[in-house]
Nanobody, 124 residues
Framework: QVQLVESGGGLVQAGDSLTLSCAVSGRIFNSYTMGWFRQGPGKEREFVAA????????YYADSVKGRFTISRDNAKNTLYLQMNSLKPEDTAVYYC?????????????????WGLGTQVTVSS
């Protein structure tokens, strides 16, 4: 079983930066594709960013491209999301997710393992 625990969320002002972390345990982290998703108030869960097992191939939603950076440290079994120039519309619960092979997908139904999420609130 894979366990994922997000941390680093909080209340910030527009324009601020925040870094989320996702600690992974239970399986071989460095062979898993990892992703970040978010769910804003009254909205469906949506893709934010994902990367392959090595971290070389990264994918971003258009809404965060150029502002967010996804990365991983396989030695620490940890996934990160560096968020810069935050906007009120980035307010959401942020979830990390993993899938046990090398193909990177941007849809929620391709990820069998999920954390419980961390709240990010951006005030204007």
């Amino acid at each position: 079983q894979v366990q994922l625990v997000e941390s680093g969320g909080g209340l910030v002002q527009a324009g601020d930066s925040l870094t989320l972390s996702c600690a992974v345990s239970g399986r071989i982290f460095n062979s898993y594709t990892m992703g970040w998703f978010r769910q804003g108030p009254g909205k469906e869960r949506e893709f934010v960013a994902a990367l392959n097992w090595s971290g070389v191939d990264t994918y971003y939603a258009d809404s965060v491209k150029g502002r967010f950076t996804i990365s991983r440290d396989n030695a620490k079994n940890t996934l990160y999301l560096q968020m810069n120039s935050l906007k009120p519309e980035d307010t959401a619960v942020y979830y990390c997710a993993s899938r046990p092979n090398g193909v990177v997908f941007t849809t929620t139904n391709q990820y069998p393992y999920w954390g419980l999420g961390t709240q990010v609130t951006v005030s204007s």
